[in-house]
């Protein structure tokens, strides 16, 4: 199975700075189907970009995911005071699905 | 609109028994592997299981195998997960979901609470 690692595991930052999340993979996805996702308490997870770096719809554009093979990121440009969430990324490039373990953006 | 909504869920005994339905609608529900995936309170994801496009091929995460079992009706746009001899570490919300065209897509999920 593929396993996702993500980093750090907690990312302490005020509104309106950059928040940059990793997720890396132990083996290359071959097609890159790599989705990351919000998630707030009592919530369901909110789509927010998929094939590494296609956003949703509706997504703003202060999110944006680059990265292949091992390596993924996302990147918030300027943090919003309702960004402050868990963030976790999610392969579906290979069998079975795999999840990443989770960044939580909290505010400093 | 790509909507899935999935029901059944509720509270158990340890032991018991219960079957999660997830309706699909707005794509061609036959042409798509589905699949259920779970999250414990405060918890991770984790895959459960997942059913080919024709319901021959299922897979099971080894923590539910043996016990739960995945089907799907494709005349009602339907997927299915019997969940039997549950456990209190089942507990979790579990959504159905699906891709297309590379984009995931997922229910709002449903609670199974397994508690004495």
């Known amino acids: 199975d593929i396993v996702l690692t993500q980093s750090p595991g907690t990312l302490a930052l005020s509104p309106g700075e950059r928040a940059t999340l990793s997720c890396r993979a132990s083996?290359?996805?071959?097609?890159?189907?790599l989705a990351w996702y919000q998630q707030k308490p009592g919530q369901a997870p909110r789509l927010l970009i998929y094939?590494?770096?296609s956003r949703a719809t509706g997504i703003p554009d202060r999110f944006s995911g680059s990265g292949s093979g091992t390596d993924f990121t996302l990147t918030i440009t300027r943090l919003e005071p309702e960004d402050f969430a868990v963030y976790f990324c999610?392969?579906?490039?290979?069998?079975?699905?795999?999840f990443g373990g989770g960044t939580r953006v909290e505010i400093k | 609109e790509v909507h899935l909504v999935e029901s059944g869920g509720g509270l158990v005994k340890p032991g018991g028994s219960l079957r999660l339905s997830c309706a699909a609608s707005?794509?061609?529900?036959?042409?798509?592997?589905m699949n259920w995936v779970r999250q414990a309170p405060g918890k991770g994801l984790e895959w459960v299981s997942s059913i080919s496009r024709s319901g021959d091929d299922k897979y099971y995460a080894d923590s539910v195998k043996g016990r739960f079992t995945v089907s799907r009706d494709n005349a009602k746009n339907s997927l299915y997960l019997q969940m039997n001899d549950l456990r209190v570490d089942d507990t979790a919300v579990y959504y159905c979901?699906?891709?297309?065209?590379?984009?995931?897509?997922w229910g709002q999920g449903i609670l199974v609470t397994v508690s004495s």
């Open positions: 707005g794509f061609t529900f036959v042409s798509y592997t």
């Open positions: 999610h392969q579906y490039d290979t069998s079975p699905l795999t």
């Open positions: 979901a699906t891709y297309l065209w590379e984009v995931p897509y």
């Open positions: 094939d590494a770096s």
């Open positions: 083996q290359s996805l071959t097609s890159d189907y």
